[in-house]
């Protein structure tokens, strides 16, 4: 079994691009181009250089002494938390603004829903001096005020999403919409394993940088390549893509994928997509997502803005469906407990996405001698006004 993607863009049965046919021209020029472009001796070393210089790659692999000696069992952090711009997405931005100069694009638009993927791709414009649009919904305009600021300073224009609910699907109707638009000097930057092939591919392969790392990392600190565990948080699924790369022809590294629970996966506030998803189509490819019986998406809950997605990319619906990864989900509160208690054992204010992840050590038994490696995706510091409400700090 395979659990990469296939030369027709496919997961297993998931993937592929379904698309408006006024999109295909541009969809079908970044499938023809963007492995031959990322093989470029030059692309490499531009993307290898600003990881190490901009974003300060590579991140550590941290040995939590404390935290594992709570669990009996040996857990490394990897800290992407630790990047510029606090969190794994600058990863994937850099990627995708060195693939829009090779094709030729001056003008990047995006979509964001609580604006992190708004502020790393308006990071990467200001970077290369690009035209920045970014489309988000008006109510997450409202409620996500510190992130539109930083868009605005970075020089990025912000669309607002008036349409639906107001909300990341809406921002994305309006960028596909630009996109159709202007198909000749426009890239759209996707921010996760998400969106028709080839992007769920490519996001990947930006963000494999990270168990790239970890294999040298690991063989450092215990002489060996291999944990026994990789464990990730999945919204669309793009920190785990990247923590589980490298991993995921060898089976006896298993891989856990971190669902947020919200209220409770029967509470009807949920975004547990692997329990309460159905095979669909959403932002161009064929995935598993939450929809009611007549195939409207419904609309996801979670406390953390980066997991209230209503589906998963196509890889990770693949490793649900085959059983390569065992998928846990873990509600609001147990993920802020997590969050709260790596604070005070490790010194570390981790995203509340991160502390999702951080919970599987209470929800499940490790063995003394295993070795579990955690993608600690993101830095606190955007959340800390939800742990102060949570915890009444
Ligand atoms: C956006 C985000 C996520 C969720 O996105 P994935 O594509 O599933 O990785 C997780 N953690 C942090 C810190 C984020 O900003």
Same mark, same amino acid.
């Given at each position: 079994?395979?659990?990469?993607?296939?030369?027709k863009?496919?997961?297993?049965?998931?993937?592929?691009?379904?698309?408006?046919?006024?999109?295909?021209?541009?969809?079908?020029e970044?499938r023809?181009?963007?492995?031959k472009?990322?093989?470029?001796?030059?692309?490499?070393?531009?993307?290898?250089?600003?990881?190490?210089?901009?974003v300060?790659?590579?991140?550590?692999?941290?040995?939590?002494?404390r935290l594992? @000696?709570?669990?009996?069992?040996?857990?490394?952090?990897?800290?992407?938390?630790?990047?510029?711009?606090?969190a794994?997405?600058?990863?994937?931005?850099?990627?995708?603004?060195?693939?829009?100069?090779?094709?030729?694009?001056?003008?990047?638009?995006?979509?964001?829903?609580?604006?992190?993927?708004?502020?790393?791709?308006?990071?990467?414009?200001?970077?290369?001096?690009?035209e920045?649009?970014? $489309?988000?919904?008006?109510?997450?305009?409202?409620?996500?005020?510190?992130?539109?600021?930083?868009?605005?300073m970075?020089?990025?224009?912000?669309?607002?999403a008036?349409?639906?609910?107001?909300?990341?699907?809406?921002?994305?109707?309006?960028?596909?919409?630009? #996109?159709?638009?202007?198909p000749?000097d426009?890239h759209?930057?996707?921010?996760?394993?998400?969106?028709?092939?080839?992007?769920?591919?490519?996001v990947?392969?930006?963000?494999?940088?990270?168990?790239?790392?970890?294999? #040298?990392?690991?063989?450092?600190h215990?002489?060996? =390549?291999?944990p026994d565990?990789?464990?990730?948080?999945?919204?669309?699924g793009?920190?785990?893509?990247?923590?589980?790369?490298?991993?995921?022809?060898?089976?006896n590294?298993?891989?856990?994928?971190?669902?947020?629970?919200?209220?409770?996966?029967?509470s009807?506030?949920?975004?547990?997509?692997?329990?309460?998803?159905?095979e669909?189509?959403?932002?161009?490819?064929?995935?598993l997502?939450?929809q009611?019986?007549?195939?409207?998406i419904?609309?996801?809950?979670?406390?953390?803005a980066?997991?209230?997605?209503?589906?998963?990319?196509?890889?990770?619906?693949?490793? $649900?469906?085959?059983?390569?990864? =065992?998928?846990?989900?873990?509600?609001?509160?147990?993920?802020m407990t997590?969050?709260? @208690?790596?604070?005070?054992?490790?010194?570390?204010?981790?995203?509340?996405?991160?502390?999702?992840?951080?919970?599987?050590? =209470?929800?499940k038994?490790?063995?003394?001698?295993d070795?579990?490696?955690?993608?600690?995706?993101?830095?606190?510091?955007?959340?800390?006004?939800?742990?102060?409400?949570?915890?009444?700090l």
């Open positions: 079994m395979s659990y990469n993607i296939n030369k863009g496919y997961y297993g049965e998931f993937g592929g691009a379904f698309i408006p046919e006024m999109l295909y021209p541009n969809v079908e970044l023809q181009n963007y492995l472009v990322m093989a470029e001796p030059d692309f490499q070393k531009e993307f290898n250089q600003l990881l190490k210089d901009y300060g790659r590579p991140s550590p692999l941290y040995f939590a002494k594992s @000696e709570k669990y009996n069992t040996k857990i490394y952090l990897k800290r992407e938390d630790l990047n510029h711009t606090g794994h997405k600058i990863n994937n931005t850099i990627g995708q603004i060195l693939m829009a100069k090779r094709l030729g694009k001056h003008r990047i638009i995006a979509e964001t829903g609580a604006g992190q993927h708004g502020v790393a791709t308006a990071t990467v414009c200001a970077l290369m001096g690009l920045c649009i970014v $489309y988000m919904g008006e109510i997450d305009i409202a409620r996500q005020a510190p992130n539109v600021a930083r868009m605005k970075l020089g990025a224009t912000v669309v607002p008036t349409s639906g609910s107001k909300t990341l699907k809406d921002a994305t109707n309006e960028a596909i919409r630009d #996109w159709i638009n202007n000749v426009t759209y930057i996707i921010g996760s394993v998400v969106g028709p092939h080839p992007y769920p591919d490519m990947a392969r930006f963000q494999a940088i990270v168990s790239e790392e970890i294999k #040298w990392q690991l063989q450092e215990e002489g060996t =390549e291999n565990y990789v464990v990730a948080c999945v919204g669309g793009s920190n785990a893509a990247g923590a589980y790369y490298h991993f995921l022809d060898d089976t590294v298993n891989l856990i994928a971190v669902e947020a629970a919200g209220l409770g996966v029967d009807g506030e949920s975004a547990a997509t692997s329990v309460l998803g159905r669909g189509i959403i932002h161009g490819s064929k995935t997502l939450m009611t019986n007549d195939g409207q419904t609309e996801p809950y979670s406390i953390s980066g997991l209230d997605y209503p589906g998963v990319g196509p890889m990770h619906a693949h490793l $649900y469906k085959s059983g390569r990864a =065992e998928f846990i989900s873990i509600t609001d509160d147990d993920a997590a969050g709260l @208690e790596l604070c005070k054992l490790e010194g570390i204010i981790p995203a509340i996405e991160s502390s999702h992840a951080l919970a599987v050590f =209470e929800k038994q490790f063995k003394p001698n070795i579990a490696v955690v993608s600690l995706s993101g830095r606190g510091d955007k959340d800390l006004e939800t742990y102060i409400n949570h915890f009444k």
